[in-house]
């Protein structure tokens, strides 16, 4: 996120990005105890050690549960919520619940054959709609950690309505759209309350 955060400051904006426990340049914390509560309090320990707040919370991809979990748990330091290709899950539900069946199986193959049972490999820059051949192919590549496996598997314990009132914004990239993201923008759809950006 560091060219995004750095077009954000120059608008004006004060832009922080605390990355997960396990992945990009905290790779070396992987291991097989990391869930989605984990995310969840790396995002609220973040927000209240650098004393933020009007935060406008964005998730990316499984950031999207700990944008959720966040607002669960500090809404007071929240002034929206965006789920920017973000999956959507429920009190108890894990995000393989919500993905649909034939990529949940991919994905265990990978985790139990190449992952150690531990983590998801990583998936090559096409996934995230990074052609080959494009000029940041090979800067995508670089960058892309494995991700533990456990924040696909684990449920996330909520307290409080799904976004506990904060106002919530769906974008959804569509060019290509992201078929693991389906049942999270399929539940969307039916909700009140929700904006939705295509992106």
Known sequence: WRDVAANLRKMGCHVTT???TGVGERARLLCKDITPDTFVTDIVNHI??????????VGHSLGGISITGAADRIPDHISHLVYLDGAIVESGQSVFST???????ARRKL????????????PPPTA?????????????RRRITPHPAGTYESGLKLEHPLGNGRPRTYVVCTNPLHPPMAGAREWVAKQDGWAWQEL
């Open 111 to 122: 985790v139990a054959e190449e992952g150690r049972g531990i983590f998801m490999p990583t």
């Open 99 to 105: 993905m649909p069946p034939d990529i949940v199986a």
């Open 48 to 57: 209240v050690t650098e004393e933020l707040s009007d935060v406008i919370l």
């Open 18 to 20: 605390p990355t997960q």
């Open 128 to 140: 995230f709609g990074t052609p080959e051949g494009h000029s940041l192919t090979d800067w995508v």
